[in-house]
């Protein structure tokens, strides 16, 4: 449970508080208001964002017996829940949450930031994380990996 909550604080917290309030602190952030529909697009952004990543770090707890860190990966494959339709539901999540902060601040660095954030994992997983899964779950994941997309969600399970 210690790994767990030192890779929660580690990762999701900072990408999702840390660095969007570094942002704007020193892009010398000003709120402006855009309008009551852009606030609540981000509050139901933000929520389902949080929701969504709770629930993925709950089962890479449960069911992979890991976290969602590298130094404490899965030890077993996790294709429950949100995982039946994406590869990357966590990450979906945290993407989620920075989109809702972006529209409820109507802050464009936040936005940046989102754009750098899916690179940046975008690149991680074809480089690393997808070749470690195939060494560590073998045929199993090969399989998942062309039954589930990498981001977009088929919404036919199979």
Known sequence: MKEWIKSVILLPFNVTIVIPCLILYF????????????????????????????WTMILFY?????????????KHLIVEG????TRNPMITGVLSILLGEAFIL?????????????????????????????????????EYKKNVPMWFPRFRVK
């Not at 949100?82 to 339709?85: E, R």
């Not at 802050?107 to 074809?126: Q, V």
Request: glycine letters at 8%.
């Open 106 to 142: 109507n802050a464009n660095g936040i936005f940046c930031w989102i754009i750098l954030f899916f690179i940046i994992n975008s690149i991680y997983f074809k480089l690393y994380e997808e070749k470690d899964l195939e060494r560590k779950f073998g045929e199993e994941y090969i």
């Open 82 to 85: 949100p995982y039946k339709l």
């Open 62 to 74: 449960k069911i992979g017996k890991g976290t969602l860190a590298p130094w404490a990966a899965t």
């Open 27 to 54: 892009t010398h952030f000003k709120y402006e208001f855009s309008g009551w529909l852009h606030v609540m697009m981000g509050i139901v952004l933000l929520l389902s964002g949080l929701y969504l990543a709770i």
